[in-house]
Each structure stands twice: as structure tokens, then as C-alpha cells.
């Protein structure tokens, strides 16, 4: 997908390995856009004010690029999580950084995994390998969500609520 909508709806579903998953993937009219490679990911806060907010604040370092990510709170879902998002690159991530600091926000959580982005017209799927287990995510139309769920053969029982930040911290990581 080129262009987010401002409102991210996503779900991450645990799987026990990510290599079946291409071949399922290409099966659905899926193409690789992003091979696998590493992901660095930080959280920033001021004095814990992003998180009382229920948002976030975050950079990423993937594939040769920088993204600064807005989260905001969630909207209630019983299986999806649907928050609003706004993302934008960032040409020099030290600069960013250097401006964050001054503005009195400082790294909470970084958070590394290997993750490959797999796309077609109306959804995005990411096979993530985190030092904790393998994910895929689904991001898109809630009606696409569940068809790819149904083509890929995962019941609802695989849906993990947590976000990444709370598995890291859950697992003794953050």
C-alpha cells in the first residue's frame, strides 16, 4: 500500500514460522515489496505524557530508510486494533533525534526484528521474526483482514492483542 490512511486497523496473529507463509502469501495475489532485513524501532515519551495519552511516538530504521510514526489512542475493537497513525520520512534520523532531546523526550523502548512486507491493492502483510516468536500482520480494510486470515487458514485464536512495545516488555525486553 503507497498511501496510509490516517486511521491504521491491523491485526498481528502469532504463527510458528514465517518461510510457509511466502508461498501462502503469493498464493493470495500477495507480492514481496520489501525483503526480509532487520528493523530498529524507539519509543520516545516525555515524562510518560505520550503514553497517559494512550499515543506514541516513534522512529524506525528500515529498509535504508527513516520514519517518524504518530500513534494515537485506540479505537475499541474486539479483535482489531484500529488507532489513528501519521507517518512521515525523515531525511537525517541524528538531527531528529538531537530535536526530540531538546524538546525533553527521551528512547523508552528500542525494539529490533526482521521483517519482510508482502502487498496487493487493498492490504499489507509483514512477516515479522522478533526475539520472542514469529508474527504476521495484516493492515487494511477489516473485511480484507479477515478474508486473507480465512485464505491463510488462521483462526481468531492466533490474534495477539499486544501491541510490539507491550510483548517486548512482557518478555523481559524493554
Known sequence: MKHKPALETELKLRIPATGPYRSLLEALGFHEA????????????????????GSALRTRRYAGQFRLTWKGPKVPDAMLKIRPELETGIEQIEALEAILHALGYEPLLRMEKVRAVWERAELEACLDETPFGCYLELEGDPQAIRAAMEGLGLATDRAEPRSYPELYQAHGLG
Open 34 to 53: 520489501t525483503p526480509a532485513q532487520p528493523e530498529v524501532s524507539v519509543l520516545w515519551d516525555r515524562q510518560g505524557e505520550l503514553r497517559a495519552m
